[in-house]
């Protein structure tokens, strides 16, 4: 399934082509500065919108559609609560997994240490939150950013997999 996020790469990956078919160094290398920043936002807030309509959506199935426990969670455990869920300096989400229980959070480490997979894309899903708050907090327009951007794709293409297990597992586990 392609996301807004794949949309805007590849999009903007055939213009980073043509600049560079043409030799137009100068201009691709402006062009990839751009892009990097913005799919990191991008993707950030991709993660996020994900992530909390997940959590809607447990809420909802796992309250049996109760209208006042939808309302309280939705104002006290989700809307503006995103970036307290995570620890952005650690290299895991354990801070964020331990929000839905010891056997949950156990569960899902278990199934991190069986797939290394996993493993990365939890760290590539850090990392893009990490580089969201570094723009955000540090000078956008200013602050540098490593990665070139098609390596930031591919940080947001492993990530997905983390919020895919996340929802999978959320949504199986038995409690």
Known sequence: MSTP??????????????LKSKNEISLFIDADNKLKKILIMSAASY????????????????SQDNSKIKALMEAKAISRQYHTYF?????????FL?????????????????EQELEEAIRSFIQIGGLRNELAHKNF????IEQTGQEVYELYQRAVKFVEEFEKALLDCPE
């Open 5 to 18: 996020i794949d949309n805007l790469y590849e999009e903007n990956s055939g213009i980073l082509e043509f």
């Open 141 to 144: 327009a200013a602050y540098h």
């Open 47 to 62: 993660f996020e919108t994900r992530i909390q309509e997940i959590i809607r959506n447990f809420v909802l199935q796992a």
């Open 87 to 95: 620890d952005w300096e650690a290299q895991n989400a354990n801070k």
């Open 98 to 114: 331990k929000l839905f229980g010891d056997n949950f959070s156990t569960s899902f480490q278990v199934k991190i240490k069986n």
